[in-house]
């Protein structure tokens, strides 16, 4: 009876547009061309609001897709700015009404601004813009007229008159 009752709901409405298949298509498509969300929706002619369905309701959809978005992440955009941080060569073709005149070899120089978008976000204690300092409500430690003479004795500069 419990079976009948769950078919039933299942049949009511319009049938899903999704298929088994689009497990493997939505994968490639953001691994290799780091398709978002919305795009992905598009390709697979429906709403994005509907895509979100799908990927709460088919399991290994939404995994496929996780998994195509950070092979993306780490295989595309990070090698590129660890390339763009660090400079790289490349060859420059000049063609001349289709046929190959001059091959040049470039040397792309390292980006100070990929340099430091790479350090913020590998390391963000060291390198945050905003350093957080604590603050003591303490009060400061007595100095005495002998912390003053070995500070000037050090030669500091500082001058005890």
Known sequence: MQDTVENQKQSVGRPTRYRSEF????EQLCRHEGCTD???????????KQLYVWKKKYGEFREAISRGKEDFDTDVVENSLIKRATGFEYDETTTVSGKVVKVVRRQALPDVTACIFWLKNRNPRRWRDAQHQVLSTEPPEEITIEDTRKVEEAGTGLVIE
Not at 23 to 26: G, K, P, R, T, Y
Request: aromatic share 6%; charged share 20%; proline share 0%.
């Open 23 to 26: 497990v493997e298509q939505a």
């Open 38 to 48: 919305e795009q992905l929706a598009a390709t697979f002619k429906i709403s994005a």
